[in-house]
């Protein structure tokens, strides 16, 4: 029913995660990966699941630009009508029994709901539970492509122009594992920072891997028993 296509460099600490998630949500989905050259066991635990890789190179870089040309064409030529496009840190909380009632109800589209997740006790994936809503993430992550015919996603991904049968559902949440501790936090803003395509730096784009490791401690220090339970 559903093919799930994602973009990613360097997730060996989420991709099992991401992959068990969507499967439990969607059993018999298709994942499909697209790799950036990863240096880590990404690719190595993709495939354990029979994940399907595909590699894309940007000369070590990391470029928004080519991350847009993924999503925008990546789920064309998918085999089933419900495509997820998505980053491995965003799981979309609806399942398959929910999404058969939803294209029932003549949804073609799915809008989620964005919540930043933080992980203040070393916890576990599956125990972190607190956050806060962040409308910047209510992304289009969700559509039928016999419906939609582009998507049209632009810079960063936040934000779509798409053209087809548009009825939109936004009653569903999205989880956005991005805090996933105060030290991975740092290290993966500054090993990103340090990727920026020449593009990406010209336009600011992804701009907020520049975060420091002092706004990192701050931010984390600041929401510590402040946040809400989300899940």
């Avoid at 990966?33 to 495939?47: H, M, P, Q, W």
């Avoid at 992804?206 to 490791?213: L, P």
């Amino acid at each position: 029913m559903v093919t799930v296509y994602t973009v990613t460099y360097n997730e060996e600490l989420i991709i099992e995660f991401f992959i068990n998630h969507y499967r439990k949500k969607f059993p018999n989905c298709k994942i499909v990966i697209f790799d950036n050259y990863s240096t880590d066991r990404t690719v190595e635990i993709a495939k354990s699941f029979g994940c399907e890789i595909i590699f894309y190179d940007t000369n070590n870089t990391f470029s928004d630009r080519k991350i847009i040309e993924i999503k925008n064409g990546c789920w064309k030529d998918s085999e089933t009508e419900w495509v997820i496009v998505c980053d491995c840190d965003e799981l979309i909380q609806i399942n398959e029994e929910q999404l058969k009632k939803e294209e029932k109800n003549g949804y073609t589209i799915f809008k989620f709901n964005g919540y930043n997740l933080m992980n203040f006790n070393n916890d576990t994936l599956e125990n972190i539970s607190y956050g806060w809503p962040d409308e910047s993430y209510d992304k289009i992550l969700l559509f039928n492509k016999t419906q939609i015919k582009e998507i049209n996603y632009n810079y960063g991904c936040h934000e779509s122009n798409p053209i087809g049968i548009l009825k939109v559902c936004k009653v569903y949440d999205m989880f956005h594992y991005k805090f996933l501790g105060k030290s991975y936090a740092i290290n993966r803003y500054k090993k990103f920072a340090e990727r920026l395509s020449d593009e990406n730096i010209k336009l600011k784009l992804s701009w907020h891997y520049f975060t420091n490791e002092e706004e990192i401690n701050r931010l984390y220090d600041n929401n510590e028993g402040f946040l809400n339970k989300i899940k």
